[in-house]
């Protein structure tokens, strides 16, 4: 690899915050914050809003529409 072309890859902290969860992992993205994480070290802090823990394919809350109802009418109305 090249020196100095590539960004660095480090440990980030990214905290879902409308699910007030919180995860450790490596990330090249750069943050303005830090925190504090439970290994007593300081980590970038990197905020989100949709993680696994709030999305809805995740947690079962997923919404299904259904489709099949809106084909038999447009069939229906058009003749087909």
């Known amino acids: 690899m090249k020196p ?3 960004p660095e890859y480090r440990e980030v902290v990214f905290h879902d915050i409308g699910a007030d969860f919180s ?5 090249t993205i ?3 914050e830090t925190v504090k994480w ?3 070290k300081e980590y970038p802090l990197v905020k989100i809003e949709v993680s696994s823990q709030s999305h ?6 997923q919404k ?6 809106r ?3 447009f069939r229906q109305k058009y003749g087909m």
């Open 4 to 6: 100095g072309i590539h």
């Open 23 to 27: 995860f450790l992992t490596r990330s």
């Open 30 to 32: 750069t943050a303005k």
């Open 38 to 40: 439970t290994d007593g």
């Open 56 to 61: 809805p394919f995740y947690t079962g809350k």
């Open 64 to 69: 299904i529409l259904d489709t099949a109802g």
């Open 71 to 73: 084909v038999e009418k």
